[in-house]
């Protein structure tokens, strides 16, 4: 996977996660410390998180490191296994 394909995969993984909680991108990037440009910018595939910011993500969705990117590379393997119309 190159970085631009796996930067939106990561952006929808993300996204996904966090309107199924309910959150603006506001509310994400007060939990993260951050700005929801930033959030936006993640979620569009344009900004590639740090490790450091990456343990954040995780904590902010109430699960370890290890869950965050089993879960992510779950929704990868998912959509690649789905055919596309």
Partial sequence: MEKLEF?????????KRR????????D???????NSQN???IERGEL???IFWFQKLANAFDCSASEFLKDFE????????TPSN
């Fill in 48 to 50: 590639t998180p740090t």
């Fill in 28 to 34: 994400l990037a007060s939990l993260l410390g951050n």
């Fill in 39 to 41: 959030i936006s910018r």
């Fill in 7 to 15: 930067n939106k995969a990561f952006g929808l993984f993300i996204k």
């Fill in 74 to 81: 779950d929704s990868v393997k998912k959509k690649l296994s």
């Fill in 19 to 26: 309107t199924l909680k309910g959150w603006s991108q506001t």
